[in-house]
Structures are given as structure tokens and as C-alpha cells.
């Protein structure tokens, strides 16, 4: 990973606390769905008893440990680079290619999801809808809660990254750290 000299914000300091709290627990879902998909293969492939619940609860804990992990990606700048590219360029060329791209690519994205997907989970919510699948789990608006939630907390990583930017861009007095 290439270093980069971003400066710490209020702001980022306690947004970034909040979303390394809950990437850490997010371990635990991921502990979780390796157990449901081990019960789940023992009972398939040993017993010759598929659960459909199982296999739903492995899709709900995936879907859960993606939307909402997306944000600690961003926390912790590990999400995917063209590194070939980036070694190449000043700190202050990828400043503002971070800055542009958080702009304009990823913050309208992220409140497109956010607005979209408001109606889809409140219809979910309003008809108490349940799996189609026979012997599925109830409570479907759980589930795709988590789209706007975890968009909701990219939101807020990209807004504290943003402000990262900003400050090393412009000039703000604050700490600098390796991201």
C-alpha cells in the first residue's frame, strides 16, 4: 500500500472510531457464516437434509457482512487501487483524483443507492413480506434494511475521507497519518 499523507479532521477522527468499531465486529458474521454453511453442507451432505433456512441465513449474514464492511474499506483505504498507477504520481496529484472521484463518482452513487432503496425496504416493511421459498425466513425487511444502512455508513466514511482530503488539499492544521 502507498502511503499517503492525509491529515486527520475532527470529524474523521470520530467517524473513522465509529466504523473500526463495527469492523471489528464484523468479524463475527463472517465467523457465523462459516458455521451455517458447515451445518448446512454436514446436513446435505451427510444426512440428506437440505434447510432452505440455512441456505437463506447464508445469503441475510453475506449480504449483511458486504453493505456493511463496504465502509471500513473505505477507513482503511483498502479497497482496490491501480497501484502501477498511483506509484507514479505526487501526493498531491492523488489528492486530487481522490477528491474528484469522491465527488463525483462515489458520493452521488452512494445517495442514488440511499434514495432508491428507501421504497424498496419501506414496501417490504409495510407488506411484512416473507421469503417465497416454502419453509424461508420471515421478516424480509431485515434484510434489505441493510442496504441502506450500509450505504448510510459509506455515507459517512466517504464524507470523513472527503474531509481528509480537503484538509490536506487546503491546508487545515491537523494531524497527518498514514492511510
Known sequence: MIESPLPDTAFSRRIDALIRGLGGGLGIIWLALIVVIMVNVVCRYFFSEGFIQLEELQWHLYATGFLLGLSY????????????????????????????????????????????????????????????????????WVIKMMLPLGFLLLLLATLSRLSRVLAFLFGASATKTEV
Open 73 to 140: 474499506a473505505v477507513t482503511e483505504d483498502s479497497h482496490v487501487r491501480v497501484d502501477v498507477l498511483r506509484s507514479r504520481w505526487s501526493d498531491e496529484t492523488l489528492a486530487w483524483i481522490e477528491f474528484y472521484g469522491l465527488l463525483l463518482l462515489l458520493l452521488p452513487f452512494i445517495l442514488l443507492v440511499l434514495f432508491a432503496s428507501g421504497p424498496f425496504v419501506f414496501y417490504a416493511f409495510q407488506t411484512a413480506e416473507v421469503s417465497q421459498s416454502p419453509g424461508g425466513l420471515p421478516l424480509r
